[in-house]
């Protein structure tokens, strides 16, 4: 009961700091008081001493130095002095010592409290009384142990630690140790071996120069890897140590060609079409990027591109790429039609008359072989409109195809109809709705 009341109120006096011993101080030198503890009756000289007989008294003292490796994980070694008083009438007192070199792991070692585990052997143990009558014991034995670190600082600390081993002859008893005490952490830890020292590494968990505070330069251009942009490739300061290989002013990690220089996206364009040359099926020679950066063909070389060319192989003067009829021509065309008129509900081609017009306008044609001729039917108002309009649309087509089966081209000539709403006359009178059943041409 009296070392459950120590130990608790060892630990509400030492509750708040962090823990001596760690990657900046990673030795420990501890100094503390012992109590040792029989936990078995000795039998010596024919006769038995009750455990019950045996007590020890916290005040012997004690030392530790542990050095730590990695992590929680720390080795050492301890000496512990006491003594064991025999409360049998007439008994002597015993003293004891013992020596041993453990491991150590410790949990939470960078925090306030950090609860250890240790275990190893013991190189030396003495129980003796004063007649010297009890040898010491070599047998290496393994033993246990559980405590806690408290910090008290920056390198101060505090411990309290409950060990058990076991003698195992002259006599062979079993016993366990009580520890409270101070420690003090030294040293310069190095946890990434880099030769600068934890306290004045600004990077301890990774290896770096001595010149860049214990931080790494992966790519060794002067610039360390937590102030590089590109850190595994070297590059000059003014480009926070990004390469721009081919100097066009594009770092590479952002240029699509680093080693041409060029000023789209880091590659050339070199006929300024806005294509990058490597991806231009027409590299010296401007066009458009949805033709791959190639200019569109004009077969005919009139301005306007095949695909918004209307007449591809005929050079023309407008929009469509189809070359104009004249005026001089339509008007031929016209003064010849004049007399290419239909019955009133007819759309054939009837008469010498119309055949004679017919082969006039042929003629004019073949005369005047460039440019589309724009053939219209018109009709006059005997029936009704949407009859009109099909029945002006068939006398067109009439005339296309009969001009086509003289020998004109058909990509030559086009359709269009009017129906009655463009009357030639007073559609009144019979005069005036004939001369509206008629064609007129016109140039597309």
């Not at 680093?258 to 099926?281: M, R, Y």
Request: aromatic share 8%.
């Amino acid at each position: 009961m009296k070392l459950h009341k120590i130990l608790i109120a060892f630990l509400l006096v030492f509750s708040a700091g962090a823990f001596a011993q760690n990657a900046t101080n990673p030795w420990k030198i501890s100094l503390g008081l012992t109590m040792p503890s029989i936990s078995d009756d000795i039998v010596t000289r024919g006769s038995t001493i009750s455990s019950n007989d045996l007590s020890g008294s916290l005040g012997a003292p004690s030392l530790m130095l542990y050095r730590r490796i990695t992590g929680g994980l720390s080795v050492g070694g301890q000496l512990s002095l006491g003594k064991i008083k025999n409360d049998a009438a007439g008994g002597q007192d015993f003293d004891f010592y013992s020596t041993h070199v453990g491991l150590k792991y410790g949990f939470s070692t960078d925090n306030s409290f950090s609860p250890y585990l240790k275990a190893g052997v013991y190189g030396t143990t003495s129980l003796k009384d004063g007649t010297d009558s009890f040898s010491k014991f070599t047998d290496y034995s393994n033993f246990g142990a559980v405590g806690f670190d408290l910090a008290l600082g920056e390198n101060f600390g505090a411990f309290a630690e409950f060990q058990f081993a076991k003698i195992t002859e002259n006599p062979e008893v079993s016993y366990s140790l009580v520890s409270l005490g101070v420690s003090y952490g030294f040293g310069s830890g190095d946890s990434d071996k880099d030769g600068v020292s934890d306290k004045k590494d600004k990077c301890p968990d990774v290896p770096g120069l001595k010149e860049f505070e214990g931080c790494p330069d992966t790519d060794g251009d002067g610039i360390q890897d937590g102030e590089d942009d590109c850190p595994e490739e070297a590059g000059p300061a003014e480009n926070n140590g990004c390469p721009d290989t081919d100097g066009d002013g594009v770092l590479d990690k952002d240029d699509e060609c680093p080693d041409v220089a060029g000023d789209l996206n880091g590659c050339p364009d070199s006929d300024g079409d806005g294509v990058a040359d490597k991806d231009d099926e027409c590299p010296n020679e401007a066009g458009e990027t949805e033709n791959n950066g190639c200019p569109w063909p004009d077969s005919d070389g009139d301005g306007v591109a095949d695909k918004d060319d209307e007449c591809p192989n005929e050079a023309g003067q407008g929009d469509n790429g189809c070359p104009k009829v004249d005026n001089e021509v339509l008007n031929a065309l016209n003064t010849a039609g004049i007399n290419i008129l239909f019955p009133a509900d007819g759309y054939r081609l009837m008469g010498s008359k119309v055949m004679d017009a017919v082969e006039k306008v042929k003629e004019i044609l073949m005369a005047n072989p460039k440019g589309v001729v724009l053939i219209q039917g018109h009709a006059s108002e005997d029936g009704g409109s949407m009859y009109n309009m099909t029945l002006s649309k068939k006398r067109a087509e009439s005339v296309k195809s009969k001009l086509v089966e003289l020998g004109i081209d058909s990509s030559r000539l086009e359709v269009e109809a009017y129906g009655e709403t463009k009357p030639k006359g007073d559609n009144s009178t019979s005069i005036g709705r004939a001369n509206s059943r008629r064609v007129e041409f016109t140039a597309k």
